[in-house]
T-cell receptor
């Protein structure tokens, strides 16, 4: 099956610093990647959709200048949390798909736990 | 906008028994997909089963089956012969135009031995 990896799996940083999270599709080319945020015991909330070679589309309420998304290749998307603050502490999950149709299955990465001190 | 509602925050089932998790959704789209995902303590999202809206036949995957009622916008998951490894958070999800997934709040399933 399709495998998606995320790196790092856990990261702790100081308030005010920036953190980059990588999402890679290991055995397929991902036309579209999605970034989600999940608070403890809550559901996944879509943050943004990124298509290879174009700007990401952010969901309402998500600050695009704070959560920078880059999808430079068909196998890699990055999420950079800029000037992180304790309220940004969360579990971030990416998913990847080969297309943009509702028929395309999303394959999820294992997630990254971000803790901002 | 599409919404997905899971009204059961927690459910418990005895090992080897059957349990049904409820899900309702709201949409004005005619073509869409519905999913059940499992998130165990590792937090890796695992696809359990999916249903195409245009198919009347309910999807099944081994011990997992759905009851899809399109007119009622209901999509429940039945787990038969429950196993300890089934214990997890279960999310119902909707995918329509643009392939965005909308998740329900989740149901924690506990399996008792």
């Amino acid at each position: 099956g399709a495998v998606v990896s995320q790196h790092p799996s856990r990261v702790i940083c100081k308030s005010g610093t920036s953190v980059k999270i990588e999402c890679r599709s290991l055995d397929f080319q991902a036309t579209t990647m999605f970034w989600y945020r999940q608070f403890p015991k809550q559901s996944l909330m879509l943050m943004a959709t990124s298509n290879e070679g174009s700007k990401a589309t952010y969901e309402q309420g998500v600050e695009k200048d704070k959560f920078l998304i880059n999808h430079a290749s068909l196998t890699l998307s990055t999420l950079t949390v800029t000037s992180a603050h304790p309220e940004d502490s969360s579990f971030y999950i990416c998913s990847a798909t080969t297309g943009t149709e509702s028929t395309d299955t999303q394959y999820f990465g294992p997630g990254t736990r971000l803790t901002v001190l | 906008a599409q919404t997905v509602t899971q009204s059961q925050p927690e459910m418990s089932v005895q090992e080897a028994e059957t349990v049904t998790l409820s899900c309702t959704y709201d949409t004005s789209e005619s073509d869409y997909y519905l999913f059940w995902y499992k998130q165990p303590p590792s937090r890796q999202m695992i696809l359990v089963i999916r249903q195409e809206a245009y198919k009347q036949q309910n999807a099944t995957e081994n011990r997992f089956s759905v009851n899809f009622q399109k007119a009622a916008k209901s999509f429940s998951l039945k787990i038969s012969d429950s196993q300890l490894g089934d214990a997890a958070m279960y999310f119902c999800a909707y995918s329509g135009y643009g392939n965005k997934l909308v998740f329900g709040a989740g149901t924690i399933l506990r399996v008792k031995s």
